[in-house]
């Protein structure tokens, strides 16, 4: 067995890990966008309002979807190389 070298079944957890946090942040960011941009929908706002709403909604689902791939990928990381 090579010391330096992850097996088969590390690579799929891995593998797995990545899709999950792939999709998890991406259900995130759009929860988050549509939750900042909904009073906007809501309520009848000016144009400008409505393109504030969505350039914020899109920063803050970005951030909280790039969050997520990290937190979930270290997290993974943490859980690896402790042995669990």
Request: charge should be positive; hydrophobic fraction near 55%.
């Amino acid at each position: 067995m090579d010391m330096g070298r992850e097996s088969r079944w590390e690579k799929d957890a891995m593998t797995v890990e990545i899709m999950f946090a792939l999709f998890s942040a991406a259900f995130i960011a759009l929860a988050v966008f549509f939750a900042v941009l909904l009073p906007g929908l809501v309520w009848e706002v000016s144009p400008r309002v409505g393109k504030g709403l969505q350039m914020a909604g899109g920063v803050l689902g970005l951030g909280a979807g790039g969050w997520r791939v990290v937190h979930v990928l270290v997290r993974f990381d943490r859980h690896r190389r402790a042995g669990r």
